[in-house]
Every structure is written in structure tokens, then in C-alpha cells.
């Protein structure tokens, strides 16, 4: 019995689409990827404001304090005391002044003497923090030199 | 003569593929997984030295405007004043705040404009988002023909915190 001959093809895809598309979504991708709001905390619920209005220029020197309380997974308070959040550590806000000593020490070993007077702190504080837990932070940052404070907000597009 | 024959014959190297589409896949599952999506936030800023007396000199300066928020005991907003001027505590109280403080700047060209300052002193207990409505009426106000905020004062000054007596 005669076979017929035959040579095996193997089928290549074509991979140009599916590459185009994949740098689509890279650059996709790295584009909205934002790396400068890495400070901010998930656990804050920032007020919002219509004039809240990202800043022209980005600051340099920038200290990020973020003020919140512990909330569960529906967003309810757990503990009616305001917290400074620090990575995993929550610190009293009264208790915040160490922490601020400290910065003070590393801004002006960074920058100069005057390192903490040219650095602005910003506070990213949760809707329902008690203002006055505000007023004792700067008035803490105010003891160890901080002069400049922006308040954060999140825009509101009405 | 007789031209030989060139014997070279033209090969085609073909570039690995899978390498880069490995490095691709890593890349974007990377980028995929770390991607947050963050409203957008502004700020507003705040000068506050300590203690810093005003320096001597001949020009006489506008006293600061004082804008009262006097809060309920559950932190909701009691009542906002500016001066001896009740606004009442609705949701429409920072509009009138804002028209207040857009009267008192009047023209554009008010060249007390650029010293005016505001001090916010609010209760203790206050919610934030108060003041940061109280801050945003005295700042500016969005154009409706442009959508561009306008500024009204740049200055705003928090006053001492008015601590809960003790007991």
C-alpha cells in the first residue's frame, strides 16, 4: 500500500495585534498609575469642596499627616477617637508631637536650619474630625517650627 | 568570463518572541495591581507662624474678618456668624458667608484686597467638612462663565482651639 506524503506545517500565530494591544494597556496603565499619592490613606474620608483645586505647581517639601478614625468594612466609626495614621501605627493626635519633633530633625538635617519652616504640612483629615483635633496638630507643628499647612479636600464636579 | 554563482543564500533570523512577551505580561499584571483610583484633591493653604509679631511699620492693616461656626454637641453645625452677622446653619449658610466676604472685597481692584484675612474660629467639636466649607466661601468662588475659581482672600488663620472645660 502506497502513503502520500506529507509535511507537517506548524501554524504560527500572528503576534503583532495581540502586542499592539498589550503596549496599549502598558501605557494605558503607566499613565493613570499616579506613585505621588502613595502618602494618602485609604481609611480617610476626605471632606470635598468645589475649590479644592490641585495645586499648579507640586511641592518638594511635603510632610502628608493623615487624620482619620478606625471605621469597619461598612465605613462605620469603630472608635470615636481621631487617629494620625502612620503606615500601620495609629497614633492620639495630642500624642503627635514626638513624631513632629522628629520630622523637625530630619527636615532640618535635610534641607538646613530653616528645613521646617520651608516644609508644608498637609493635612488630609476625615470629614468628621473633630476641628479642634486640627487646631492642636498645627498648634503642635506650630511648637516645633511648621509654618505653612495646606488643607486637603477632595474636588467636588458639580 | 563567466560570472560565478554566488552561493549565499539570504536567511531570515527570526527574533524570539516570548521572552519579550513574558516581560510584557509581567509589566502589565504589575502595573494592573497597583493601580488606585484616587479622586482627584486640592488644597488650601494656610499661613500660620507662631507668635510671629507684626512687624513695625507705618501701614495700617484691615482687621482680620471673624467668621464664628458654633457647632451642635453631635459636631453638626449650630451656627455660622461673620462679625456680629448671623448666617444662619442650612445648607445655604456658606453661600450667604460667600457673598458676605464678595461684598467686603467689592471691586476687583480694592486695594485692601490682597490684606484682608480671615480667622475661622470654630467649636471644639466641629466637623471638619464645616470648616473646610467656611475656608472654600472666603477663598473664592467658581465663575460660572468660566468654571475657573476666583479668588477672593488668600489669607485665612485659624484662632486658638476653644478646648471643652474640664469635668
Known amino acids: 500500500m502506497r502513503y502520500k506524503k506529507t509535511s507537517s ?8 495585534p495581540m502586542i499592539d494591544v ?12 499616579n506613585f505621588e499619592q502613595t502618602q494618602a490613606d485609604e481609611r480617610v474620608k476626605l471632606p470635598s469642596d468645589q475649590l479644592a483645586r490641585p495645586p499648579e505647581t507640586s511641592r518638594d517639601k511635603v510632610l502628608v499627616v493623615n487624620i482619620g478614625f478606625n471605621r469597619d468594612k461598612d465605613g462605620e466609626k469603630t472608635d470615636p477617637e481621631a487617629y494620625v495614621f502612620q503606615g500601620d501605627d495609629m497614633i492620639r493626635v495630642l500624642d503627635y508631637g514626638r513624631q513632629l519633633r522628629e520630622e523637625k530633625r530630619v527636615a ?3 534641607y538646613g536650619p530653616e528645613g521646617n519652616r520651608e516644609m ?5 483629615a476625615d470629614a ?12 503642635l507643628a506650630q511648637e516645633n517650627g511648621f509654618e505653612k499647612f495646606s488643607l486637603r479636600a477632595k474636588q467636588l464636579v458639580k | 568570463m563567466r560570472p560565478r554563482a554566488s552561493r549565499i543564500t539570504a536567511t531570515k533570523i527570526e527574533a524570539q518572541m ?3 512577551i513574558d516581560v510584557v505580561f509581567q509589566l502589565l499584571i504589575f502595573f494592573m495591581l497597583t493601580l488606585k483610583i484616587i479622586p482627584v484633591e486640592g488644597d488650601f493653604n494656610i499661613n500660620m507662624p507662631l507668635g510671629k509679631q507684626a512687624q513695625e511699620s507705618n501701614e495700617i492693616k484691615p482687621p482680620p474678618i471673624k467668621v464664628r461656626l458654633i457647632a451642635n454637641t453631635d459636631g453638626t453645625l449650630a451656627s455660622l456668624q461673620m462679625g456680629q452677622r448671623q448666617l444662619g446653619n442650612d445648607y445655604l449658610a456658606f ?10 472685597i467689592g471691586r476687583r481692584d480694592n486695594p485692601f484686597a490682597d490684606e484682608l484675612e480671615v480667622e ?25 462663565q468660566t468654571g475657573k475659581p476666583v479668588r477672593y482672600v488668600e489669607k485665612v488663620k485659624f484662632a486658638p482651639p476653644r478646648r471643652p472645660a474640664a469635668g
Request: glycine share 4%; aromatic share 8%; charged share 20%.
Open chain 1, 9 to 16: 506545517t506548524v501554524l504560527e500565530p500572528d503576534m503583532t
Open chain 1, 22 to 33: 498589550v503596549f496599549q494597556l502598558i501605557a494605558f496603565f503607566m499613565l493613570v498609575t
Open chain 1, 108 to 110: 532640618q538635617a535635610l
Open chain 1, 120 to 124: 508644608s504640612i498637609e493635612i488630609r
Open chain 1, 128 to 139: 468628621e474630625t473633630p476641628t479642634g483635633m486640627i487646631q492642636e496638630l498645627i498648634k
Open chain 2, 18 to 20: 516570548a521572552p519579550m
Open chain 2, 95 to 104: 453661600d450667604r458667608l460667600n457673598a458676605e466676604i464678595g461684598k467686603l
Open chain 2, 120 to 144: 475661622i474660629d470654630a467649636d471644639y467639636n466641629l466637623h471638619y467638612r464645616h470648616v473646610i466649607a467656611a475656608v472654600s466661601a472666603c477663598t473664592g468662588y467658581i465663575s460660572p
